[in-house]
């Protein structure tokens, strides 16, 4: 049985922006995945876009999208229209992220850079956040997404080193992750970084304490740390279920460690707050 303090009422319908959304025939995460968080983030002026479709070629034990080979040619009017779509809700804080795609020789890199682009050209004033996958980390893929001028690149850790095997695709890995993070400081030392962790899934407190020492070792700037909810049968079973004590416990500790922002609690997910968090950095 979940705990009282996970019990939420279910996010609502958008309205006005569900309608725009469908308009221009674009997806949010926050719709995909139903988070409840939805109605605050909307309320806020942020949205997650989701890029590249909805088949994964990868499949993570933690997570319920689509796997699969995706069938079909990107669609080339995807950056105009998620950009267009931005700029009628007015959004002042946009996050992109997607699926993975293995089958693109450029893992993608080129929709995300196309899409930050159009976006930096409808709405100058709004900040993009783009939360990519790992590419195989192909450096010339994440230099094809800096160079594109985003504010913000996250790239998440998802789990500690122990249960990267068990909780994560074959084909992502723990330093791969790590080493994601620490070129795109390489390639722009003033980008603001992030990642973050799902707690639950069987970590003790040292593996944490060491996946926040590997991440400030890769001088990422924000950090978010956020309950592992299962997302149905198919999934791994969550292990345990951390008090909003212990995510205060770890988002003091993760400040000590000198992490430029924090975003730690229950229901937390790597967007959570971005717009917030990115203005308190500036």
């Known amino acids: 049985m979940?705990?009282?303090?996970?019990?939420?009422?279910?996010?609502g319908r958008?309205?006005?922006?569900?309608?725009?959304?469908?308009?221009?025939?674009?997806?949010?995460?926050?719709q995909f995945a139903r988070c409840p968080?939805?109605?605050?983030?909307?309320?806020?002026?942020?949205?997650?876009f989701m890029l590249l479709g909805d088949v994964c070629t990868r499949a993570c034990r933690f997570c319920s999208v689509a796997t699969g080979w995706p069938a079909g040619e990107l669609d080339p009017k995807e950056p105009e229209k998620v950009a267009q779509a931005a700029k009628e809700l007015g959004?002042?804080?946009?996050?992109?992220?997607?699926?993975?795609?293995?089958?693109?020789?450029?893992?993608?890199?080129?929709?995300?850079?196309?899409?930050?682009?159009?976006?930096?050209?409808?709405?100058?004033?709004?900040?993009?956040?783009?939360?990519?996958?790992?590419?195989?980390?192909?450096?010339?893929?994440?230099?094809?997404?800096?160079?594109?001028?985003?504010?913000?690149?996250?790239?998440?850790?998802?789990?500690?080193?122990?249960?990267?095997?068990?909780?994560?695709?074959r084909r992502a890995g723990y330093d791969l992750s790590l080493s994601v993070l620490r070129a795109l400081k390489e390639l722009s030392p003033t980008l603001v970084t992030k990642?973050?962790?799902?707690?639950?899934l069987g970590e003790a407190e040292?593996?944490?304490?060491?996946?926040?020492?590997?991440?400030?070792?890769?001088?990422?700037?924000?950090?978010?740390?956020?309950?592992?909810?299962?997302?149905?049968?198919?999934?791994?079973p969550v292990e345990r279920y951390v008090s909003p004590e212990e995510f205060e416990h770890w988002e003091a500790r993760a400040r000590a460690m000198g992490f430029r922002g924090v975003v730690a609690g229950p229901l937390v997910r790597t967007s959570f707050r971005a717009a917030q968090v990115f203005s308190r950095l500036r």
């Open 2 to 11: 979940k705990p009282s303090w996970l019990k939420v009422k279910a996010p």
């Open 91 to 169: 959004l002042s804080y946009v996050v992109l992220t997607s699926v993975d795609r293995d089958d693109l020789p450029d893992g993608g890199a080129g929709q995300f850079a196309a899409t930050i682009r159009a976006l930096r050209r409808e709405l100058p004033g709004a900040a993009v956040e783009a939360l990519i996958p790992d590419f195989s980390g192909r450096r010339e893929a994440l230099q094809e997404v800096v160079e594109a001028g985003p504010q913000v690149v996250g790239h998440n850790l998802e789990t500690v080193r122990r249960l990267t095997g068990k909780v994560r695709d």
């Open 206 to 236: 040292e593996e944490v304490e060491e996946a926040l020492s590997d991440l400030r070792e890769a001088r990422v700037d924000i950090v978010v740390l956020g309950q592992y909810l299962r997302p149905t049968e198919r999934q791994l």
């Open 14 to 30: 958008g309205g006005k922006m569900e309608g725009i959304l469908a308009r221009h025939r674009v997806h949010t995460v926050c």
């Open 195 to 200: 990642s973050s962790l799902l707690l639950g």
């Open 37 to 48: 968080n939805l109605p605050v983030c909307w309320g806020e002026g942020t949205a997650t």
